[in-house]
């Protein structure tokens, strides 16, 4: 292989080296040593909000639903089958939870309906709640997935300006971010090692040449 091909593919593997190691350690401060992820949102629109089963299923681990209300209003948390809990605010205002986005740790909302919810709280459908006085949170495994979370005040009275925060914790992830930056890391430091020893024996092969010209002369 001519030297200048070498270098030059020597340059383009210690970058992905570089990136490796640079994504790799961003990711480990990111999800920390528990390997979480979490994603918020505020709701200001009246009415309910629903985090759907495209949201809530989408990684093969438990979820923790976490709702607050700054005024510390009552508010209530409660996931069902899918169908059940669609079917019991079709008609109604709703802003659904249809997007997250990492590394910004945000939810996309997007309102539905306008008609009024009234109490769901006796409904039979609901799996797991739990409601408090300004907190409320669910932990959600996703064994039976599809399932959806509904939020509201708890009663007949319309929730406002709700924050809604989805976290999953698996520590595999910080494992393998911590794999990454350390196999990006040595990758990098072979790249460079090896074109550090191209460029030294270039030099010499320079330096003989010229020694040989002068003799020669």
Not at 24 to 48: H, N
Not at 135 to 155: H, K, N
């Amino acid at each position: 292989m001519p030297a200048s091909t070498r270098r030059v593919l020597g340059a383009l593997v210690a970058t992905v080296g570089v990136v490796l190691v640079v994504l790799g350690s961003w990711m480990v401060v990111k999800l920390g040593p528990s390997g979480q992820a979490q994603f918020s949102t505020t709701s200001k629109a009246p009415g309910a909000v629903v985090v759907a089963s495209d949201v809530l299923n989408t990684v093969d681990v438990p979820v923790r639903v976490t709702a607050t209300r700054p005024e510390g209003g009552a508010v209530r948390l409660a996931v069902a089958p899918t169908p059940d809990a669609t079917a019991i605010v079709a008609t109604s205002a709703v802003s659904a939870v249809n997007a997250v986005h990492y590394p910004a740790g945000t939810m996309d909302l997007r309102a539905t309906g306008s008609g009024e919810l009234g109490d769901i709280s006796t409904a039979d459908v609901w799996r797991l709640a739990a409601k408090g006085a300004g907190s409320a949170e669910l932990v959600i495994d996703q064994s039976r997935a599809p399932e959806t979370v509904v939020v509201t005040s708890g009663d007949a009275n319309p929730l406002t300006d709700v924050t809604v925060t989805l976290s999953w914790a698996n520590r595999a992830w910080f494992f393998q971010a911590l794999a990454a930056a350390t196999i990006g890391a040595v990758i990098a430091a072979f790249a460079m090692t090896d074109l550090w020893q191209s460029r030294v024996i270039a030099l010499q092969s320079d330096t003989a040449e010229t020694t040989t010209m002068e003799v020669t002369t």
